[in-house]
T-cell receptor
Framework: DSGVTQTPKHLITATGQRVTLRCSPRSGDLSVYWYQQSLDQGLQFLIQYYNGEERAKGNILERFSAQQFPDLHSELNLSSLELGDSALYFC?????????????FGPGTRLTVL | DQQVKQNSPSLSVQEGRISILNCDYTNSMFDYFLWYKKYPAEGPTFLISISSIKDKNEDGRFTVFLNKSAKHLSLHIVPSQPGDSAVYFCAATAVRAGSYQLTFGKGTKLSVIP
């Protein structure tokens, strides 16, 4: 158990809909990262938040957005869903301090868009 | 353009023998490297890391070697056990550049045969 929790575990929805994925980081970790893993792909970095502020952006579509709340949990919002958005979405957390770069991953949310 | 490459999608090894998983990178800014293990239906689990100031890091049965001039790293597992069967991801980041974002390879599926 990494200490990172993600809800829900599975989500099935239709094209054009909007969903919200939730992540709670490990106790003490200030940084939250979101990754997408599609079929046959490695993990693609989407976005990072550090202590409530956006820190880095990766291959995140404009239809996707995220935020980190004062209690450090984070939400990833996916809107106008397309079939190609079906994937595993992982959240990770880390201390993100100098020299400490290990990220700890949650179990993931499997999104299926029909 | 893939900055982290794992050219072997799969590897089979007999129990008790050595498993060697390879990873190449192209970005000279990368200075911290990590290996993650992933079982089906679970999030990636941090295994071992190495800073670019070292060329070797050992933790029990796991050793990571870094060859900076060749931009190559490898993970050795000795002896291999059936429970090591999983997908192994190599990841890299540029800590000195202020980045905590991880760039992942596509993974190598290791099968340890009893």
């Amino acid at each position: 158990d990494s200490g990172v929790t993600q809800t829900p575990k599975h989500l099935i929805t239709a094209t054009g809909q909007r969903v919200t994925l939730r992540c709670s980081p490990r106790s003490g970790d200030l940084s939250v990262y979101w990754y997408q893993q599609s079929l046959d792909q490695g993990l693609q970095f989407l976005i990072q938040y550090y202590n409530g502020e956006e820190r880095a952006k990766g291959n995140i579509l404009e239809r996707f957005s995220a935020q980190q709340f004062p209690d450090l949990h984070s939400e990833l919002n996916l809107s106008s869903l397309e079939l190609g958005d079906s994937a595993l979405y992982f959240c990770a957390s880390s201390v993100a301090a100098k020299g400490l770069n290990e990220q700890f991953f949650g179990p993931g949310t499997r999104l299926t868009v029909l | 353009d893939q900055q982290v490459k794992q050219n072997s999608p799969s590897l089979s090894v007999q129990e008790g023998r050595i498993s060697i998983l390879n990873c190449d990178y192209t970005n000279s800014m990368f200075d911290y490297f990590l290996w993650y293990k992933k079982y089906p239906a679970e999030g990636p689990t941090f295994l071992i890391s190495i800073s670019s100031i070292k060329d070797k890091n050992e933790d029990g049965r796991f050793t990571v070697f870094l060859n900076k001039s060749a931009k190559h790293l490898s993970l050795h597992i000795v002896p291999s056990q059936p429970g090591d069967s999983a997908v192994y991801f190599c990841a890299a980041t540029a800590v000195r550049a202020g980045s905590y974002q991880l760039t992942f390879g596509k993974g190598t599926k290791l099968s340890v045969i009893p």
